[in-house]
């Protein structure tokens, strides 16, 4: 056993569903802009450019079904989402054999400090700040491949306090769960353990202290999170 100089930090993990087990996660992937819709209504052009992407902290991840409303922000945002979690990894996946490397797929939110988020962009810095704060990535459980195969399409939903937000389809993802993966695997080097937000429909927008936010997608549930 190594000896730390001081104690190691836990792993972050979260539940595998129907099961005792969970899922460690090494780091964290979000795609940005990958609904069309969504791109517009952010000022942005639909057109499939190149994807990106930006890195949350594995242990943003909070499967607690609470979100503490975070610091230095009056303009907090849900992001509803669907996350890739992979059992494996490696450098210049094939799109065709992406799949392959899938552990599983839940529920997550990519919230976001969209006043942070808006000022770090219009000066061209990085979006840490506005994206990689502490609970940002509430989530559900994961549910593995080998029971629920690989959803590439169906309704992805998010209500507040029982009102429809935002009302998207996975198949309106402009860069597909083999391609995402496909394309990060040429610029990192992935690895059991990776988890990939793969991006949000339209109707974004602010959540308050007390709100309950619902996300549903076909064959992965509902995650029910309550903002604190
Ligand atoms: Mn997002």
Known sequence: MP??????????AIPVAGSELLFPVRRVYCIGRN?????????????REPPFFFQKNPN???????????????DVHHEAEIAVALKSGGTEIAAE???SHVF????????????????????????EI??????????????PADDIGHPDSGPITLTINGTLR????????????????????????????????SGTPAGVGPVE????????????????????
């Open 3 to 12: 000896k730390y100089a001081i104690p190691p930090a836990t792993v972050p």
């Open 35 to 47: 609904y069309a819709a969504h791109a517009i209504e952010m000022g942005h052009n639909p057109d």
């Open 60 to 74: 943003n991840l909070d499967p607690s079904g609470r979100f503490p409303y975070p610091d230095c922000s009056a």
């Open 97 to 99: 054999d992406a799949l």
């Open 104 to 127: 599983g797929y839940g529920l997550a939110l990519d919230m976001t400090r969209r006043d942070l988020q808006g000022a770090a962009k219009k000066m061209g810095r990085p979006w």
């Open 130 to 143: 506005g994206k990689a704060f502490e609970h940002s990535a509430p989530c559900g459980p994961i549910h």
């Open 166 to 197: 935002q009302d998207g389809d996975l198949n309106q993802m402009i860069w597909k769960v083999p391609e995402m993966i496909a394309y990060l695997s040429r610029y990192f080097e992935l690895a059991a353990g990776d988890v990939i937000l």
């Open 209 to 228: 202290k007390g709100d309950v936010m619902e996300l549903s997608a076909k064959g992965l549930g509902t995650l029910t999170v309550t903002v604190v």
